[in-house]
């Protein structure tokens, strides 16, 4: 099973509303992501977590607050967004521990987020 | 900092063969990986080098040239469903601890026609 499930598909929420998106995957990977993608773009880095503890945070704005349950889960809490932030959330997981450079990420379908 | 130059976008016919260029400039490098991204789904994952040489895999190869900062997907036998972006993306090793993040070129566009 290489399968990154992303929860939900599509997101419309208000700018004052709270939310959560879902992340799971079930490879045993201990590295999670998340990236946030805008139209036409490449995928952005926020937040790595490794072995759950967070590694990495590409200076995201606090509204956005990533939370890793478990070696399997990923959680990205969601509150007081801005218009600017509608975009498609990805997550990925790969069995990296840096050890190993060549263990690629596997995406999610990711979230299709859009705030009004 | 982080350069990674890719074509924004490439027209080929199908059954020929296309090579989508990347040329890269990073403060480490520790890989590069190759995927694609149909337009409103994941990226899957195509390919990686991390050694000088080229990596085949059915009808995508992959080319990489650390000293020149240089790699490249071949596509060969083009299919409509090859239509896509396709993403160079460099590992980059970091400066506290050996795990690399993963910086993403702006993609090339592939448009495969009849």
């Known amino acids: 099973d290489t399968e990154v499930t992303q929860t939900p598909k599509h997101l419309v929420m208000g700018m004052t509303n709270k939310k959560s998106l879902k992340c799971e995957q079930h490879?045993?990977?201990?590295?999670m992501y998340w990236y946030k993608q805008k139209a036409k773009k490449p995928p952005e880095l926020m937040f790595v977590?490794?072995?759950?503890?967070?590694?990495i945070n590409e200076s995201v704005p606090s509204r956005f607050s990533p939370e890793c349950p478990n070696s399997s889960l990923l959680n990205l809490h969601l509150h007081a967004l801005q218009p600017e932030d509608s975009a498609l959330y990805l997550c990925?997981?790969?069995?990296?521990?840096?050890?190993?450079?060549?263990?690629?990420?596997?995406f999610g379908p990711g979230t299709r987020l859009t705030v009004t | 900092g982080q350069n990674i130059d890719q074509p924004t976008e490439m027209t080929a016919t199908e059954g020929a063969i296309v090579q989508i260029n990347c040329t890269y400039q990073?403060?480490?490098?520790?890989?590069l990986f190759w995927y694609q991204q149909h337009a409103g789904e994941a990226p899957t994952f195509l390919s990686y080098?991390?050694?000088?040489g080229l990596e085949e895999k059915g009808r995508f190869s992959s080319f990489l040239s650390r000293s020149k900062g240089y790699s490249y997907l071949l596509l060969k036998e083009l299919q409509m469903k090859d239509s896509a972006s396709y993403l160079c993306?460099?590992?980059?090793?970091?400066?506290?601890?050996?795990?690399?993040?993963?910086?993403f070129g702006a993609g090339t566009q592939v448009v495969v026609t009849p």
């Open positions: 080098n991390v050694l000088d």
């Open positions: 990073t403060s480490g490098f520790n890989g």
């Open positions: 990925a997981s790969s069995q990296d521990t840096g050890l190993f450079p060549s263990y690629e990420q596997y």
């Open positions: 993306a460099v590992r980059d090793p970091g400066s506290t601890d050996s795990w690399g993040k993963l910086q």
């Open positions: 977590y490794s072995y759950e503890k967070l590694s």
């Open positions: 490879m045993g990977h201990r590295a």
